[in-house]
Every structure is written in C-alpha cells, then in structure tokens.
C-alpha cells in the first residue's frame, strides 16, 4: 500500500514550502495595503484534492478549505474530524443539494439568487442554526459565470438580510482570468464599492467580508480590501485530472 500523501516527506516538504510562500505574499501585500496580515483569511481550495493532502495543509497550519461540490466535501469532512477545521462551499450550488449544504458547512460563499438564500435559510431553520453566506456578484457579467448582477444587489441583500436562519457575512466574486493580474483590479474594486454602498443601503448586517482573489490575483484583490483569499494551485500544486 503507498504511503499517504501528509506521511510522505518529500510531500509534505513540498506543501510546507507552498504553504511559508503564500503566507508570505499575504503578509506582504496586506501590509503594503496598511493591513495586518491577520485581516486576511486563506481558503486552501482543496476541489480534487484527496484528504491525506487537506491533511497535510491542516498540519502546516491553514484550517479553513474551500469545496466546489457537495458530494465531494461530504467525503472529505466525514474523513477528517479534526479540531478547528472549517469547509466552506466555494462552487454554484445546485437547489437538490441544498439541503446537505446547510448542514455541512461552516460558510456558503456562493449564494447567487434570492430562491438560493430562501431554501438555504429554511433548511439551516430545520437543522437548527444560523448559516454564513456570502452574496456571489458576477461584477463583470461574464455569461459563463454565476452570481447576481450588480444592480439586483441592494433589493436581494434587503430580502436575505430578513432572512431567520442566514448570517450576511458579506460579497463574493470570480474575476476573469487574466494573464495580468492589473487588468482585473476593476472587478476587486468594484466589489469593495458594492459592499460600501450596501452597507448604506441596507440596514443590520455589516456585510464584513470581501472574498475575491485567488492564485494568480490574489495580490491584487488584497490592495483592494479582500478580506478572504481563495488559493488551490499554489498551495496544493498543479491537480492531475485523476486525482480525486
């Protein structure tokens, strides 16, 4: 039988270098941006990725994993009861998988309709607590891409922020893929001013947090008030199709 991937020391060796780098660019670029480091969370992407290496990344010290799929995440979280770990649903979420999502995990990034957040608040209700969601906004109207667009956010976040069983915690975005990173700041930036007009808008929560950024521009999003960075390659590597 193969050793696992978190036994493996040149794994393991090859994940705790990945792991000091992306904490280190953090660190950089939110003191560049006058934050502290500790304002920015890491959300190791582990889509694909198996549990011995979410093990291992646990071990070097990031808690929090971003799942794209429902079933997949089960899989993991069944397989690993540890301590201060936290999965958070990063992907579209499908209406049949509602109801596992609400009970699964510690945060929904990606709520992107009013229906969406209206079945989520009723089945965390029936599970008894009150989920965390962010508002997915498709800032730059890509058709391929889900998400509210920007001018339906203050009439939705109105309607979830009366939801019983949902905590608004605050907005997320996908920016479009971009060989430089600078040529999305205007996607980060447009975020930023959405939740600063919503919080004018729209009485009670205080739509904390700014998920944007991942791999290749996450910097970027951080000079603009990302509050939580989604980082998969560069933590766990480039993902073999097979790997499950």
């Known amino acids: ?3 696992s991937a978190a036994a493996d020391p040149a794994n393991l060796a ?4 990945r792991v000091r780098a992306i904490r280190a660019r953090v660190a950089m670029a939110a003191e560049r941006a006058g934050r502290a480091p500790d304002d920015v969370l890491v959300v190791a992407v582990s889509k694909t990725v198996d549990a011995d290496h979410v093990r291992g990344v646990y071990e070097l010290g990031l808690k929090t994993f971003g799942e794209n799929r429902v079933q997949e995440a089960r899989g993991k979280i069944a397989a690993l009861p540890l301590p201060l770990i936290a999965w958070e649903l990063i992907g579209h979420l499908q209406s049949n998988k509602v109801a596992r999502a609400a009970t699964l995990f510690a945060r929904v990034q990606s709520v992107d309709s ?4 209206e079945a989520l608040s009723r089945r965390a209700g029936e599970a008894g607590r009150v989920l965390p969601i962010l508002l997915e906004i498709n ?3 890509e058709a391929s891409k889900s998400g509210l667009a920007p001018d339906d956010l203050p009439d939705v976040a109105r309607a979830v922020a009366a939801l019983p069983h949902l905590r608004p915690d605050g907005l997320m975005t996908v920016a ?3 060989a430089d990173p600078e040529t999305v700041r205007p996607v980060f930036r447009r975020l ?3 939740r600063d007009r919503l919080r004018d808008a729209v009485s ?3 739509w904390p947090h700014l998920s944007m950024g991942m791999t290749d521009d996450f910097e970027v999003a951080i000079a603009e008030g990302a509050t939580i960075v989604r980082i998969g ?3 766990f590597g480039a993902r073999p199709p097979t790997m499950t």
């Open 1 to 3: 039988m193969a050793e």
């Open 14 to 17: 090859d994940l705790a270098a």
């Open 114 to 117: 009013l229906a969406l957040a």
């Open 139 to 141: 800032v730059a109207g």
């Open 176 to 178: 479009p893929i971009a």
């Open 192 to 194: 930023r001013e959405l």
């Open 204 to 206: 009670g929560p205080s």
């Open 233 to 235: 390659r560069a933590i």
